[in-house]
């Protein structure tokens, strides 16, 4: 098993493997997908530590809730980069700029018209049916709409603190 450190309970391989449940082909495997960090090298050993157990049981859950290892991968990698649900599920657009109304009527299956009209803009077949997996049919529309909202807030908070930035930069 792993021996305690001053930075939390370190493992070889084995003990990790046995710590999680996983094979240690498969922390292997996870390794070379880009799912699991890779260990500390210490001389010729290789060292892992509660990073890594807590990402192979992140892993397991999402697997354990039908999530494909390309899946799971792009959601680790979205957690790991602060991108938002929105932007993992592929109801926004991760890059350029976008009006707060722009993004609501994309979210919300509606696109602003110049003359205020509007019109349906259906969403990506998997992602609709990565949110009923994920909340079941009967709440897709309030999961759409609170991921809207927060990829909104975390766009304007994105904005806030890059003017913040320039203008500390200016002084």
């Known amino acids: 098993m792993g021996a305690a450190s001053s930075s939390g309970t370190e493992y070889r391989i084995e003990g990790l493997a046995q710590a999680s449940g996983a094979t240690v082909r498969t922390i292997r495997a996870y390794q070379d997908r880009g799912l699991l960090p890779r260990p500390e090298r210490r001389g010729r050993a290789n060292v892992y530590g509660d990073v890594h157990l807590a990402r192979l049981r992140q892993i397991a859950g999402l697997l354990g809730r039908g999530y494909s290892l390309a899946s799971v991968k792009d959601l680790l990698e979205a957690w790991n980069t602060g991108r938002g649900l929105g932007g993992v599920l592929g109801l926004v657009e991760v890059h350029g700029p976008r009006t707060d109304m722009e993004l609501r009527a994309q979210i919300e299956h509606t696109a602003p018209l110049p003359d205020a009209e509007a019109v349906t803009v259906a969403l990506p077949a998997d992602t609709i049916r990565s949110v009923q997996r994920l909340v079941g049919q009967e709440n897709i529309a309030a999961f ?4 809207t909202e927060r990829e ?18 200016i002084d």
Do not use: N
């Open 152 to 169: 909104l807030q975390a766009r304007t908070l994105d904005g806030l603190t890059t003017t913040h930035r320039q203008s500390s930069d």
């Open 144 to 147: 759409v709409t609170a991921a």
